[in-house]
Each structure stands twice: as C-alpha cells, then as structure tokens.
C-alpha cells in the first residue's frame, strides 16, 4: 500500500527537474566536510618590499562594505609582499577560517579582529547611570 518513492529530499528532485547541475559544496560553509580545501595559485612574491601590515581589511562577509573574498585577500597580500593582514569584518569572524587556511598556505601572518556596531545611545545612558552611582 501506497507510494515506494525513495527518500529524496525536496531541493534535490526540485535541481533534478529544473536541469540543475550538482553542487560540490564549493561555497558551502567554513566547517562543512563538502568544501574543498584550499590550493594556493602560484604568486610571485616581490623581492623588495616596504614592512606592511594592512590591519583593516573587511572581507565579502561584510555586506556593503567588503568585495573580496578572504582567500582573494590573502592572494593579493601574498603578490603585493604584504608581511601580514587583519580581516576585521562587521561584528564577527565570518571570514576567518578561510582567511586562515589561505593565509596558512601562503605564509602570510594573520590578525584577527571584528569592526563592532555599538548603539552608542544605550551606552551613555549606563555609563550615566554608573556614574551616578559611584558618586551616590
């Protein structure tokens, strides 16, 4: 009695009948077992260089203000003979396991940061507050 349908998920017989190709889990999430490792390009590193460290850099994962990728960054770190770079993304470490992995590979030396949002509003207010009790 009724249906022997195998148990496909819903996405997957959507991407079959709309003609789809398979992902291969390239731009799955930074842990995921789908994604590939990194393989670094060649890249010619210049032989003299000025000591540099780009210390605010925001990747992708900081909409509207970052267009690169973390292993884009980390490449053009590399050929420009960067010694070493932050990514400081828009309150939180989005990309910093790829930064990592590339930065790794490449030998660049890394920081890691996050540019925080703060609602300076609430902060006076508690900083008032404090204030008010300490003089109390």
């Given at each position: 009695m009724g249906f022997n349908n195998p148990?496909?998920?819903?996405?997957?017989m959507e991407r079959v009948l709309?003609?789809?190709?398979?992902?291969?889990?390239?731009?799955?999430?930074?842990f995921s077992?789908?994604?590939?490792?990194?393989?670094?390009?060649?890249?010619?590193?210049?032989?003299k260089v000025v000591p540099y460290a780009e210390l605010h850099?925001?990747?992708s994962y900081s909409f509207l203000d970052g267009a690169s990728?973390?292993?884009?960054?980390?490449e053009e770190a590399e050929r420009l003979g960067l010694h070493a770079m932050a990514v400081t993304d828009h309150d939180g470490f989005y990309g910093i396991v790829r930064f990592?992995?590339?930065a790794e590979q490449?030998?660049?030396?890394?920081v890691f940061g996050a540019e925080l949002s703060l609602n300076t509003a609430d902060l006076s207010v508690r900083s008032t507050a404090a204030s008010a009790a300490r003089a109390g």
């Open positions: 148990s496909v998920p819903w996405s997957e709309s003609g789809r190709p398979a992902l291969n889990g390239g731009d799955g999430p930074a077992r789908k994604r590939q490792k990194y393989e670094a390009p060649p890249i010619a590193r210049p032989e850099a925001h990747t990728s973390p292993t884009e960054l980390v990592a992995e590339a490449l030998q660049v030396k890394t």
